[in-house]
């Protein structure tokens, strides 16, 4: 591995005169037709090139911009130079999934956002591509960083949730030499990537593989064994588990209240997803995979989910599919990349309107949208100016299919059955900061359960937290069941 440039060697001014380009991407057309990543592919050469117009600032805003503080500056440096293994090394040495991160993370509100080029109206160099890129260059060739075992501490930690925060713990525990058991209500460890994330995006093929090397390390893995039915987390303990990690996620979508909502061809986002992305095998059972949709959908909501059931839509085959949102476009809280990808494929966007119900013919199906048009007035708690609807501007649109985007919250039906645990107002499990350490002592949380809906990269940070204060509790020979 080279060591870091000191700063003469790195001649900022010619750097900056490197021609930019976005990393390349099938033509709108074709993605549409599929479900494949969108990424044209890249060599070498591009990538070298690409890493090169990083001009190693010394104040790396990138890297204070990644939530995992991943070592940017210093990978691109390696990049630029060929050493795509030290490149995947120094990615991996922060983030337990660089080669996902790299692709779904909202980078242009993270590193590339806090890049020198945006400042001047630039594209920024593309981190997240280059990222993704050389772990996948890097594992092709068979270069995956392990750490070395460590001794064996006879501790025992179940993680209850295989996504990335569970994921991310329980890699890391089993590094420290505790013996880890997972559990996870679907048939396949993933979570989110896997179920609720669309292929587009993030290949199911590309999640398994990094899935597969959770059995690798040695940890116990039980699918389709949800926790809280039969099997509770006091079951856990007082089997012998030292120490236990919920990450769940915040997996109950919020519900439209309005008449109508439980017509036929109303959707919640995260069936709607895990069915139509799914590879069948991978379905829970009695689950139908969906193939097709009608040909005017409506989708409820601003956010990344909305996106992907609006992108959703298109592959499926409507012919008109439209996102209404109750604010403007500047207070959508999604990523703006991924609004632009979806406009470029067909997507319609219908600011300042919101649902007041849904019509149905006599076999019970949606066939109309009813709206109001709103206005936006003072600010509310989060800051943005709240939608206030229009006196007499009520209309209703036709719809074949409606798709209900409107957010996450944990699931309090299996929170709230555990004795001693404190949770927010909104259901998500209280914790303290530091630690994920909740109101039970050895029970701790991470990811979504706490966070609400978050990025995939906050869930890994916040998986690595937690498995270092885990670590830090059993080593000083803390144990769950101690209550
Ligand atoms: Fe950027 Fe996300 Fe990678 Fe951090 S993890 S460098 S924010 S793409």
Known sequence: MLPRPNSKAVDRRERLKIPESEPPRRPPEERVADFAEPWAPIGLEWAKLAARRCIQCPSAPCVKACPLGNDIPYALWQLEHGDVVAASRLFHATSSMPGICGRICPQTEL????????????????????????????????????????????????????????????????????????????????????YGIPGFKLSPDRVRERVRRIGELGIRLFPE??????????????????????????????????????????????????????????????????????????????????????RTALRLGAQEATVWYRRTEAEMPGNPRDRKLAVMEGARFEWLATPLGLEGDARGRVHSLRLVRMELGDPDASGRRSPVALPDSEFEVPVDDVILALGYLPDEGFVGRIAGLDTEPDGRIRVDPATGETSRPGIYAAGDDVLGPALVVDAVAHGIRAANAIHEFLSSGGSAANR
Not at 231 to 247: M, P, Q, W
């Open 111 to 194: 590193c590339e956002g806090a890049c020198v080029y945006i400042k001047q109206d630039r594209v920024p160099v593309p981190i997240g591509r280059l990222e993704a890129w050389v772990t996948d260059r890097a594992a092709e060739i068979g270069s995956i960083p392990r750490s070395p075992p460590s001794r064996p501490t006879g501790r025992q930690v179940a993680v209850v949730g295989a996504g990335p925060a569970g994921i991310t713990a329980a890699e890391r525990l089993v590094g420290q030499g505790h013996e880890v058991s997972m559990f996870d209500a679907w048939p396949a460890a993933g979570g989110l990537l896997l």
């Open 225 to 310: 064994t949800r926790i809280g039915t039969g099997l509770t987390v006091d079951d856990l303990v007082d089997r012998g588990f030292d120490a236990v990690l919920l990450a769940i996620g915040a997996g109950i979508g919020r519900p439209l209240a309005v008449e109508g909502a439980g017509l036929g061809g109303v959707h919640q986002a995260t069936p709607f997803l895990v069915r139509s992305h799914t590879p069948p095998e991978l379905l829970p059972e009695g689950t139908t995979p969906l193939t097709e949709i009608g040909a005017r959908v409506a989708v409820i909501g601003g956010g990344d989910t909305a996106m992907d059931c609006v």
